[in-house]
C-alpha cells in the first residue's frame, strides 16, 4: 500500500519500467510513493546486473529479519554527548565548504527525533542567539537542505530536512561536474587533444564527467546508461559504421529503444568513455578510442 514497505510486485513493477527508460520521478508517481524511496531502492539494491526485482525482495526480508536494538529517543540522550556529537559533526561539514553555524543548525535538524525543529527549539539545544539561527535557516533554505512548515502545536514554524534533501545536494554539486567537463572539453578544443594542455584537460574532464554521471539527475536513467554502454560493445565488435536500424536489428531492439541510447551518448558522451561515438556518415555510427586518453608518445609507441 502507498506509504508502507514495497511489496515484490512493486519491486517486479519497478524493474520492468526501468528497464522501459523511466525516471525515478514517473515510477514514484506511477506506485504513489516518494522519489526519494524509488532511488534508494535502486541504488540499495542494484548490482553488476542492474536492478533485479527478486533479489531485492530478498535482501529486503533478510533486513526485516534482522532484529534492532531498543534505542532511546534522540530527546532523551543526554544532552552533553548530544551536543558533543553535533559540534564535533558540524565541524567535519564545515570542512566541505558548509558555513560553521549552518553546519551546526543543520545536524541539530538532521539528528532530532521527528527531523525538524522550531526556532526556539533551535536555540535552545544551540545555545545561541535567535538571529544567529535566523541567519542560517536562511542559508540553508538558499541551498534547498531545509524546509519548512507550519507548527501543529501553535503559529510559530517548524525547520525539517527531509527524504529528497540529498537528492537535491547531488543535482546541484552535479550541475557544477557538469560544467567543470563541458569547459574543459571547450578547452581540449582550443588547445588541441594532442597538446600536454589537451591532455591534461581530458583527464580532467573525464574525472568531472564520471562524477556527473554517477549522480546525474538529468532523467538519463540506469537502464538507459546500461544500453548505452551496451550500443558501445556492439559498434566496438562490428567495427565498421552501423545505421539504427542496423544496430537494433543486431541487438533484437526497436528502433526507439536503440535511439535513445544513442541520443543518451550524443548528450552525454562520457557515458561511453574510453570511446567516441562518431557519425562517418549522416546515417551511420561508429565509436572510435578517445584522443586525450593516450598522450602523443604513446599513440605513437601503439602505431
Known amino acids: 500500500m502507498p506509504g508502507g514497505r514495497l511489496t515484490h510486485e512493486d519491486r517486479r513493477q519497478i524493474a520492468t519500467w526501468l528497464n522501459g527508460g523511466l525516471g525515478y520521478a514517473e515510477i514514484a508517481r506511477r506506485l504513489g510513493r ?31 529479519r534482522r532484529r534492532k536494538p531498543l534505542q532511546l529517543p534522540a530527546e532523551e540522550w543526554p544532552a552533553e554527548r548530544v551536543r558533543d556529537f553535533v559540534e564535533r559533526f ?35 539545544r544551540l545555545q545561541v542567539s535567535p538571529a544567529s539561527v535566523s541567519k542560517a535557516i536562511g542559508y540553508l533554505e538558499a541551498m534547498e537542505l531545509v524546509g519548512r512548515r507550519p507548527d501543529p502545536g501553535g503559529r ?16 546541484t554539486d552535479t550541475g557544477a561536474h557538469a560544467r567543470i567537463a563541458e569547459a574543459a572539453q571547450r578547452g581540449i578544443d582550443l588547445f588541441g587533444p594532442g597538446t600536454p594542455a589537451g591532455t591534461r584537460l581530458g583527464q580532467m574532464g573525464q574525472f568531472f564527467g564520471r562524477i ?7 532523467g538519463v536513467t540506469q537502464a538507459v546508461v546500461h544500453d548505452a554502454l551496451t550500443v558501445v560493445a556492439a559498434l566496438t565488435y ?33 557515458i561511453a568513455d574510453p570511446f567516441a561515438l562518431q557519425r562517418p556518415e549522416p ?20 602505431r
Open 156 to 171: 510559530r514554524e517548524r525547520y525539517l530536512v527531509d527524504d529528497d534533501v540529498w537528492i537535491r545536494a547531488w543535482r
Open 238 to 270: 562490428a567495427a565498421r559504421p552501423l545505421t539504427l536500424d542496423e544496430l537494433a536489428t543486431a541487438l533484437g531492439w526497436p528502433r526507439e529503444r536503440a535511439g535513445e541510447a544513442l541520443d543518451a551518448i550524443g548528450h552525454r558522451p562520457t
Open 34 to 64: 516518494p522519489t526519494s524511496t524509488i532511488s534508494r531502492e535502486v541504488a540499495r539494491n542494484s548490482g553488476p546486473g542492474g536492478y533485479l526485482a527478486d533479489r531485492a525482495q530478498q535482501v529486503a526480508g533478510r533486513r526485516a
Open 212 to 218: 556527473s554521471r554517477q549522480m546525474n539527475g538529468s
Open 283 to 302: 546515417a551511420t555510427y561508429t565509436v572510435t578510442p578517445r584522443p586525450e586518453r593516450l598522450s602523443p608518445a604513446q599513440r605513437e609507441a601503439l
Open 90 to 124: 558540524a565541524t567535519l561539514l564545515a570542512g566541505t565548504g558548509l558555513p560553521r553555524m549552518p553546519a551546526r543548525v543543520f545536524v541539530c535538524l538532521v539528528t532530532s527525533e521527528s527531523g525538524s525543529l522550531t526556532a526556539a527549539e533551535l536555540v535552545r
